[in-house]
């Protein structure tokens, strides 16, 4: 509603990847429908089990290389690596900086 409703000169949004796929949607629909207005992303990736727990970046079942490829049409300019429940986070982030170092980002 917001996004519908706004101005898209005035008024960006920031994504979690992780929350709109546990939510049931698909980041990408949104940047095709909205394009340019999604500059900040939180990259948090998702476990393979039922729950759908938090994972580092690169080891759950997001598909971060087709995502980012769709980085200039959703307007990224800033990524934010999180999660929530690290067993050990510097292991973690340096996992999903690893991760993300490879797609070039």
Avoid: N
């Amino acid at each position: 509603m917001i996004l519908e409703g706004t101005d898209p000169s005035l008024v960006s949004m920031e994504i979690d990847l992780y929350w709109i796929e546990k939510g049931g949607q698909k980041p990408i629909p949104y940047f095709e429908k909205h394009p340019g207005r999604f500059p900040v992303w939180h990259v948090k990736d998702m476990d393979h089990t039922q729950e759908k727990s938090f994972a580092c970046v690169g080891q759950g079942v997001l598909d971060f290389p087709a995502l980012f490829a769709k980085a200039d049409l959703a307007g990224l300019k800033h990524v934010f690596v999180e999660q929530d429940q690290p067993a050990s986070p510097m292991e973690c982030i340096q996992t999903s900086f690893d991760y993300l170092k490879k797609l070039r980002y």
